[in-house]
């Protein structure tokens, strides 16, 4: 079993020294277009987004997505469970299903402080702060709400990223605060991008989060190397 080692980020540092300030419980809906391999393909994507809090310290989380497109039906089903800690999601089990593919799972094993994946013999440390590819956004949302009004244009998130075969530091850049016209009117919001590093032909993610919306992520974009690219918009939002 191979074994990397990563320090922690300035972010993951930063976030030890004040709690998060994670979003109340919500389930999203989003209108989904698509481009795969050159055909376009419409759909729905649902989010549940939920914190139980059994008491003022003990609080766990859980996240569910599902994409569904006409035609094929569910194509993308995943999932991140886990617990809320000084550095904020702490992510236990990532689950991700996809259309005509068996389910791959990513495990963050918190008494061993090691990540592993069913689909590779390889492992990272934890050492505190490492999201999956689900939960990454939601710790944003809350990196940001806890930020406010300090936030200015050009600030950066460094986070460390778990997927279904590997890890790498993921660095969110606030590009711009502007607003935009949504289902749900006129909206404020942080227009955050994600670039791959600079040797890697990873996906590109867009986010824009509603600051007047407790900053739950209104439009989503990911670009993927090959040219495939996948659009969400929000249609609703029900806090729960």
């Known amino acids: 079993m191979m074994l990397i080692t990563l320090g922690a980020s300035i ?3 930063h976030a030890q020294t004040k709690l998060l300030d994670l979003p109340p419980s919500a389930e999203l809906i989003y209108a989904v277009k698509s481009s795969q391999k050159g055909i376009p393909v419409s759909g729905e994507a649902k989010v549940s987004w939920q914190i139980n809090e059994a008491n003022s310290i003990n609080k766990s989380y859980r996240i569910n997505s599902e994409t569904s497109v006409a035609i094929f039906g569910k194509i993308l089903k995943t999932s991140s469970t886990g617990s809320v800690d000084q550095y904020g999601l702490a992510p236990e089990k990532f689950l991700e299903k996809r259309f005509r593919r068996d389910e791959a799972s990513t495990t963050f094993d918190r008494q061993s402080k090691i990540i592993s994946f069913s689909d590779v013999d390889l492992t990272y440390p934890i050492k505190g702060g490492e999201q999956d590819r689900l939960s990454a956004t939601w710790q944003l949302v809350a ?3 806890t930020a406010g009004t300090q936030l200015q244009t050009g600030h950066e998130w460094k986070i460390f990223v778990a997927g279904l075969r590997d890890a790498d530091p993921w660095v969110f850049k606030l590009v711009e605060t502007h607003k935009i016209q949504t289902t749900l009117g006129e909206l404020e919001v942080l227009h955050i991008q994600k670039a791959p590093p600079p040797d890697a032909k990873g996906q590109q993610i867009e986010l824009w989060l509603a600051t007047t919306l407790d900053y739950y992520p209104v439009r989503i ?3 993927d190397a090959n040219g ?3 659009e969400q918009k929000i249609v609703s939002i029900k806090k729960q």
């Open 11 to 13: 972010e993951q540092c």
């Open 143 to 145: 990196l940001a709400r």
């Open 221 to 223: 974009s990911f670009h």
């Open 228 to 230: 495939d690219q996948v």
